[in-house]
């Protein structure tokens, strides 16, 4: 086991403390991890952004030596594959037969079993589901040794408990996904220009039909009005590529760097605002239509290598809830007030709806209604009181908390926002933690 080693989250808030790092590099290898004084908790990428990957004073394991193919069926596009493979790794695998992953979060750089055990979602939710939908099958190790081959017919309890469990249950050594047919690794995306949160709401609800994905960008600065101006973009896998050449640098890599951590004032309002006009004015007509890659439309933060670093040494929230929609778009407008009235921005606002399909996971997020992703700086208590006043705000209409994205809610909180925890807890290893579970759960109890 090593030590002294600092493995961060995405956000880089709270501080990253583990007593050491444990490396776990074939499945087959029987659990070394009991050696350990202290918990443990799987680590991938470090991709989420809050503490749910983080074991402050406990052991990390890290599983991206598990990174290898077991099984590949180009004909079903049923594929195994150890949880330390990342997405990058698998669509560059499997893409060239015409297959891609049926759920992918905003960025490509996550695990496989980081993305089981946070069941992320996509911009195609209202069609697809979650992640957990999408996994046959999967190999979960139990720190007494115990080996559990989980799918809905088998074990379908660990695996329920296991699918949005984040890393709880034990670890996950190889996760066998369906994936879905693709024509070519192009997308045919349109863009439009909206002016109000209404308008948003109504290209998305149109466009579930016939648009495998949706998604809209907002810009939080604008109040009254013009609350909700923005850019919804949809898309759908092109039949053919037309003949346009796909650059493979964005495949393959990021085309910038941000080598060192930004001063803590760069991403102020008064920046935010100059970006957020830029950024809707930069496409002059309402309806653009175009042929993109994948990496553009489904990764464009991905392109920009060490992003988080703009947000300076203090680190970064982000804020992700869904709220249920009922044909009112109030209370969404009344969430972005708040920062506004605070004089608080976000450099990126994302809106989406969630459909009604249900999720095999115990703990999934999401649930029928709008969600909206918003970052901020961690500029210290100013930005927490807003998200508290949010966190009552989201629980009186019945929605929740994304937890996998989430540093600082109360434990209060989250028992309130998801009562299913108490289901999950029989199933948790009792050799596992996490600093999100520590402050959620066990140490407020």
Known sequence: MMSNVTLESWGRYPASAPDGVMPVTWRADQPAWNAADTSVLPYGMGRSYGDVCLNNGGTLLLTRGLDRFIDFDPVTGIIRAEAGVIIEELLRFVMPHGWFIPVTPGTKYVTLGGAVANDVHG??????????????????????????????????????????????????TWVELQLIRIESPIVDMETIKVRTLDEIVYWTMISDKDWDYTVSWIDCTKGGAQT??????????????????????????SLVDIPVDAPNWLLNRYSVTVFNRLYFHRQLRRFKRSRVGIDPFFYPL???????????????????????????????????????????????????????????????????????????????????RVLDRLDDMVLEAGGRVYAAKDARMSAATFRRMYPEAERLVPFIDPKFSSSFWRRVWQEAR
């Open 228 to 253: 909700g101006r923005g850019l919804f973009m949809r898309g759908n896998h092109a039949r053919s590529a037309g003949g346009m050449r796909v650059d493979r640098r964005t495949v393959d890599g």
């Open 123 to 172: 911009k195609n939710h209202h069609r697809m589901g979650t992640i957990g939908r999408h996994v046959r099958c999967f190999e979960l190790v139990r720190s007494d040794g115990r080996r559990l081959l989980c799918s809905s017919e088998s074990h379908a309890d660990w695996y329920a408990a296991t699918i949005g469990g984040m890393g709880l249950t034990g670890l996950v």
């Open 302 to 384: 991905d392109i920009v290598h060490g992003w988080n670093r703009l947000y300076g040494k203090r680190g970064m929230l982000q804020y992700q809830c869904v709220i249920p929609y009922n044909g009112d778009t109030q209370l969404m407008r009344s969430i972005l007030s708040e920062f506004r009235k605070a004089g608080i921005a976000s450099f990126l606002a994302v809106l989406k709806m969630f459909g009604d399909i249900e999720s095999p996971g115990v703990l999934s997020f999401p649930k029928p209604g709008l969600t909206l992703a918003l970052d901020f700086g961690n500029d210290g208590t100013s930005v927490h």
